[in-house]
């Protein structure tokens, strides 16, 4: 079945950097778009970072310049590298795949990862 497992999050001040990764299972990765979505405590989930399956990428204008998103086949890996990070960036990650993007919504999930910045 498939599976996403997020790892990397952890508490950092503002102004650091912490590089998440997102280990896939049971799907042929390279054929997917891969995002990166957080979700604030009483706020809407929002998506982050894309990266399509020719190595197509997007980011939302909150992140640009400071996130990168990156993908290994071979290891069937995805990645999110943070630096200057701010107290607002502060969520629950997620990695998400689906056959393509732009999408809706994406088919699989990870449980996602906590990314604290304190100030």
């Known amino acids: 079945q498939v599976q996403l497992v997020e790892s990397g999050g952890g508490s950092v001040q503002a102004g650091g950097s912490l590089r998440l990764s997102c280990a896939a299972s049971?799907?042929?990765?390279?054929?997917?778009?891969m995002g990166w979505f957080r979700q604030a405590p009483g706020k809407e989930r929002e998506g982050v970072a894309f990266?399509?399956?020719?190595?197509?990428?997007r980011y939302t204008n909150f992140v640009k310049g400071r996130f990168t998103i990156s993908k290994d086949n071979a290891k069937n890996t995805l990645y999110l590298q943070m630096n200057n990070l701010k107290p607002e960036d502060t969520a629950m990650y997620y990695c998400?795949?689906?056959?393509?993007?732009?999408?809706?919504?994406?088919?699989?999930w990870g449980q996602g990862t906590q990314v604290t910045v304190s100030s």
């Open positions: 998400a795949a689906h056959p393509y993007c732009p999408a809706a919504d994406f088919r699989y």
């Open positions: 049971g799907y042929t990765f390279s054929s997917y778009c």
């Open positions: 990266i399509d399956s020719i190595g197509g990428i």
